[in-house]
């Protein structure tokens, strides 16, 4: 099983400060540490699939944007204004 430190968590892309990362883990967004000697570390497999998570939410997100576009356009073209 491998283990990933804070720098190998900056490899990935994911750069939050310690505190931060505190602030993650505790309010169960972002997978908790596992206490080697007097360092955090992650196993490499958790943070592979929140990071696969968070691709899934932005593709959701994206396809959700994209059919209100549409709609959007819909009522456009039928002369359908929205009140603001």
Do not use: Y
Not at 53 to 60: G, L
Request: aromatic fraction near 8%; charge should be positive.
């Amino acid at each position: 099983m491998t283990m990933l430190n804070r720098a190998d968590l900056a490899e990935r892309g994911i750069k939050f400060s310690a505190v931060q990362l505190w602030r993650l883990w505790t309010g169960g967004k972002f997978p908790r540490p596992v206490k080697l000697s007097s360092k955090n570390v992650w196993p490499a497999s958790e943070i592979d699939a929140w990071l696969q998570a968070r691709i899934a939410e932005r593709d959701r997100t994206h396809e959700r944007s994209s059919q209100l576009g549409c709609e959007r356009d819909r009522r456009a073209q039928r002369g359908v204004v929205p009140i603001a």
